[in-house]
């Protein structure tokens, strides 16, 4: 009886818990929350003080006795107590509507939650995620890899018996996986993505130039002119960069061209270039031959870097495709194994009550 109430008055939602941003889909509704995966805390306390895009606003300029933190780091938890705190209140947003803040929400019915994970995550690692989610108030929590949320999320026939390569660039994890008969053939986790783009600009700006920039600039600077593969005439596209000369401590601009950031990126592209490569050399000749026919899908906010579908395209020899509104495909896919349960029953990692 209790089992048909709470199916009743609270929301199935789908979660992709990524390392930079947390999409929050409610089954019926859509999307309705994109929020940067941040928390702001009282050092001394721990109380929470922000979460999302006012916790992001306060990276880099907190006083002394506030920090925030990313509660994920690399694709998984690396601070229990944080995350759980942030998805009782996303969970809680859900429930509440809108117009109520972060210290004015009531306990919740609890829903069935579907979580987006990296597919190379340990055990421990994936038991973590499903009691942040329980803790939170999921009366059941399941878990399905992100290259298989992915690829259902971009409208892939992953139930069919042709071979679907899917590879799902996010923030903390660069997932390469084929996937045929609802299943996950073949499979590599990369632990080089989004992060590691930003953490090059910083690198090439205090190498190349001796100016010490943040992440949030470095950020900026990839979206603003970054890219995988030459962008013809727009490759004079510069852009006024700002930070601290490391010579004489004072501040510093300089001007940056698109060539150069590239240059700086080049690394770690190649490193999520070669994973696929080696994927492709491992996957049964059968499978390949649908791949060479159907192509290579990219996903993730990764897959939005200027020019990368042109870049794995011209290494792989193969047709690369960019899926539909990428960033959104992990948790669009979460939504639509909450429609088929089925389907949920086929592709989860584990899950179902406390």
């Given at each position: 009886m209790f089992g048909r109430i709470w199916q009743l008055v609270s929301h199935d939602i789908g979660i992709d818990l990524g390392t930079v941003n947390t999409l929050v889909l409610v089954k019926g509704k859509?999307?309705?929350?994109?929020?940067?995966?941040?928390?702001?805390?009282?050092?001394?306390?721990?109380?929470?003080?922000?979460?999302?895009t006012e916790a992001k606003r306060m990276l880099g300029r907190t006083p002394a006795v506030i920090e925030a933190v990313r509660p994920l780091r690399d694709g998984v938890i690396s601070d229990f107590d944080t995350c759980e705190a942030m998805l009782k209140f996303f969970i809680q947003?859900?429930?509440?509507?809108?117009?109520?803040?972060?210290?004015?929400?009531?306990?919740?019915?609890?829903?069935r939650v579907v979580v987006g994970i990296p597919s190379g995550v340990t055990e421990v690692e994936r038991r973590a995620v499903q009691d942040a989610c329980l803790s939170a108030g999921a009366r059941e929590a399941y878990l399905i890899e992100e290259p298989?949320?992915?690829?259902?999320g971009a409208k892939l026939p992953v139930e069919d018996p042709e071979g679907v390569m899917i590879v799902d660039i996010g923030g903390g994890t660069a997932e390469i996986a084929?996937?045929?008969?609802?299943?996950?053939?073949?499979?590599?986790?990369?632990?080089?993505?989004?992060?590691?783009?930003?953490?090059?600009?910083?690198?090439?700006?205090?190498?190349?130039?001796?100016v010490l920039i943040g992440e949030r600039t470095a950020e900026d600077i990839k979206l603003e002119i970054g890219s995988a593969y030459p962008l013809g005439d727009k490759d004079d596209m510069v852009t006024?960069?700002?930070?601290?000369?490391?010579?004489?401590?004072?501040?510093?601009?300089?001007?940056?061209?698109?060539?150069?950031?590239?240059?700086?990126?080049?690394?770690?592209?190649?490193?999520?270039?070669?994973?696929?490569?080696?994927?492709?050399?491992?996957?049964?000749?059968?499978?390949?031959?649908?791949?060479?026919?159907?192509?290579?899908?990219?996903?993730?906010?990764?897959?939005?870097?200027?020019?990368?579908d042109k870049r794995v395209a011209e290494e792989t020899k193969m047709p690369v495709y960019v899926a539909d509104d990428p960033l959104t495909t992990v948790v669009r896919g979460c939504g639509e194994v909450l429609n088929n349960l089925d389907l949920l029953s086929k592709v989860r990692v584990t899950g179902g009550l406390r």
């Open positions: 859509g999307i309705v929350i994109r929020e940067p995966t941040v928390v702001a805390l009282h050092k001394k306390s721990r109380q929470i003080l922000a979460i999302g947003k859900v429930h509440q509507g809108p117009g109520k803040g972060l210290f004015s929400l009531p306990k919740i019915p609890r829903p298989m949320a992915a690829a259902i084929v996937i045929s008969l609802g299943g996950v053939v073949i499979n590599r986790s990369l632990r080089v993505a989004g992060d590691e783009l930003d953490e090059e600009i910083v690198n090439y700006m205090r190498t190349r130039y001796g006024v960069v700002r930070g601290r000369d490391l010579a004489t401590g004072l501040p510093k601009s300089l001007k940056i061209t698109a060539s150069e950031i590239r240059e700086a990126l080049s690394g770690t592209v190649s490193q999520i270039i070669s994973m696929i490569q080696e994927v492709l050399e491992e996957t049964p000749p059968e499978l390949l031959t649908d791949i060479v026919e159907r192509g290579v899908f990219l996903a993730g906010g990764g897959a939005l870097l200027r020019g990368l």
